[in-house]
Nanobody, 124 residues
């Protein structure tokens, strides 16, 4: 059973930066992809970014393209989400998720494992 633990959330002013981490453990398969999603109060969970296990393919939601960067360090079993130029509308609980596939997807149902989330709050 894969366990995912997010960290790095917090309170930041608009225009600031944060780096989220997602540490994985318990993985027994070698082909997988990881995604970041977020959920604001009263809204559905939405796709933010995703990366393949090799790191060679990434995908971003239009709302974060150019501001967020997803990366991974497989030696540390960790995926990162670097966020810059944060806006109040980026405020949400951020979740990482993993799927047993070599391909990324934006679909929530395409992911098999989820973390508990980390809160990101951007003040204006």
């Amino acid at each position: 059973q894969v366990q995912l633990v997010e960290s790095g959330g917090g309170l930041v002013q608009a225009g600031g930066s944060l780096r989220l981490s997602c540490a994985a453990s318990g993985r027994t398969f070698s082909t997988y992809s990881t995604g970041w999603f977020r959920q604001a109060p009263g809204k559905e969970r939405e796709f933010v970014a995703a990366i393949t296990w090799s790191g060679t393919s990434t995908d971003y939601a239009d709302s974060v393209k150019g501001r967020f960067t997803i990366s991974r360090d497989n030696a540390k079993n960790t995926v990162y989400l670097q966020m810059i130029s944060l806006k109040p509308e980026d405020t949400a609980v951020y979740y990482c998720a993993e799927r047993r596939s070599a391909y990324v997807t934006r679909a929530r149902h395409g992911y098999d494992y989820w973390g508990q989330g980390t809160q990101v709050t951007v003040s204006s």
